[in-house]
């Protein structure tokens, strides 16, 4: 394999998927080495075979609004490598939705499944639909018209989305209510279900937890611990939820949260009911941190900012892809920033990423570090498949037994001659090569 070669095929193939072509570089790049030494790769065309989805499903969502007006929208669905296992990744709802952007994810969510050590493929789908400002009423009327078309493609065995950016237990019942009436069937056909219906426990928390077990182990290297540490997290949902709760159990002092508004800054740190009122901040479906500052006196609103100009131990980027670049790196290395832990997917540019590379600094890349997300969903099926429910106790074990395993995933393959863990590589490799041999083991197909 040539890496600039196949890169250059691609981008004649594909123009302006800008965040596609990235996610697919960083992956050739480091898996160029091993794949180049062992022939049979080359032979059965994995390189080829694996940066192009099976098939991509793209339909449009009408729905009327509570104005009586009729809305379209359009929604995806993309089923990209299921050497392991059912295609299985989230939703995302956002008005940036787009083709590039949700290849993007299904890429990388072929390897971050595959390093959860369960059999699961890769997918991703979502819609240009912005909850922001909609009723539930809405929420629901669109969900409905999504599935209706959703429905045909996916199944327990075959395809199992799950929430992402906007998709969260609200928008996964009303998915799931469509499905069975549609199917006729109760199945775990989605994860990050309601408790009551199939769901597990944990797996709102998941994301961040495993986040945060995975930089513990990160830290740990290093003989180091989150005691004392003064942790920025951007973003205000879910992951951000998650990472700021464990973080704290931890010791670690919280500054930041940020929504598109810009961000918070907190010196007395998130704790206890600043991040329960993360959640209500959320519900509000405004998509801003602003709020936040009437609600605390310590907290200090920076508008149209990003949280990495504060001055941390360790920097947690929980929001979007692209969300810290060279600049913002500089910025954290300046300020004596210890380690980097992507939380979410491809949150840190190409630049930023070599930044942190180059000055060793620690980096977790998102498909190492938020696996837990995926992980718990795939505990779910496990758990819907034996029609049975673990304890909170059960899930969390397992959940942090995966993250360390590949924590160790990314040592094994990631370790540099001066002792220096490359995670990128680590992780790509270790995601990698399970799938190539899969794929190796099934023909081509
Ligand atoms: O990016 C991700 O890994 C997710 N949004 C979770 C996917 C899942 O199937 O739980």
């Known amino acids: ?148 078309e959703l429905w045909k493609l996916i199944g327990p065995e075959t395809d199992v989305p799950a929430g992402d950016i906007g998709v969260g237990g609200r928008e996964i019942g009303f998915l799931y209510g469509m499905y069975k009436k549609l199917a006729k069937e109760n199945t775990g056909v989605l994860t990050g279900k309601g408790r009551n ?18 930089t513990r182990e990160m830290l740990a290297t290093k003989d180091d611990s989150f005691e004392g540490k003064v942790v920025t997290i951007s973003g205000f949902g879910n992951v951000a939820w998650g990472a700021a709760l464990k973080a704290t159990e931890l010791g670690a002092k919280v500054v930041t949260i940020s929504g598109p508004d810009g961000y918070i800054y907190d010196s007395e740190g998130i704790s206890g009911k600043k991040i329960e009122y993360m959640l209500e901040l959320r519900a509000s479906n405004n998509d801003i941190v602003k709020p936040y500052s009437y609600e605390f006196e310590s907290g200090q609103f920076y508008e149209g900012k990003k949280p990495w100009e504060v001055k941390c131990d360790i920097a947690m980027p929980c929001a979007i892809q692209n969300e810290l670049d060279g600049e913002d790196a500089k910025k954290l290395v300046a300020n004596g920033v210890k380690f980097v832990a992507e939380v979410s997917n491809m949150g840190c540019t190409p630049e930023a990423v070599e930044v942190f590379h180059s000055n060793k600094i620690p980096f977790g890349p998102g498909k190492a570090v938020n696996a837990g997300g995926v992980t718990v969903s795939g505990l779910e099926m496990s758990q819907n ?52 041999n899969a794929m190796l083991d099934q023909g081509v197909i």
């Open 1 to 148: 394999m040539n890496v600039d070669k196949l890169m250059l095929q691609l981008e004649q193939k594909h123009p302006g998927e800008v965040e596609y072509l990235q996610a697919v570089r960083e992956v050739l790049e480091s898996i160029e080495e091993i794949y180049n030494q062992n022939p049979q790769f080359e032979a059965a065309g994995i390189i080829e075979r694996i940066v192009e989805p099976d098939r991509i499903l793209t339909f449009k969502v009408p729905w009327v609004g509570d104005d009586g007006k009729v809305n379209v929208n359009l929604g995806y669905r993309i089923q990209f490598n299921n050497a392991i296992g059912p295609y299985k990744g989230g939703l995302r709802f956002h008005p940036s939705v787009n083709l590039s952007g949700l290849k993007f994810l299904g890429f990388e969510q072929i390897f971050k499944n595959s390093l959860t050590t369960l059999p699961m493929g890769g997918g991703k789908g979502g819609s240009d639909f912005d909850p922001k400002g909609k009723s539930d009423a809405e929420v629901m009327r669109f969900c409905q018209g999504l599935m209706m």
């Open 197 to 214: 219906w199939g769901g597990s426990l944990i797996r709102p928390e998941a994301t961040g937890f495993g986040g945060i077990y995975f």
């Open 385 to 436: 498949s034996m029609k049975l429910s673990w304890s909170r106790e059960e899930v969390d074990a397992k959940l942090h037994s995966i993250m360390c395993n590949i924590h160790e995933a990314c040592v094994k393959y990631g370790t540099e001659a001066d002792g220096h863990i490359d995670y990128v590589k680590g992780a790509n490799i270790a995601g990698f090569l399970k799938v190539a």
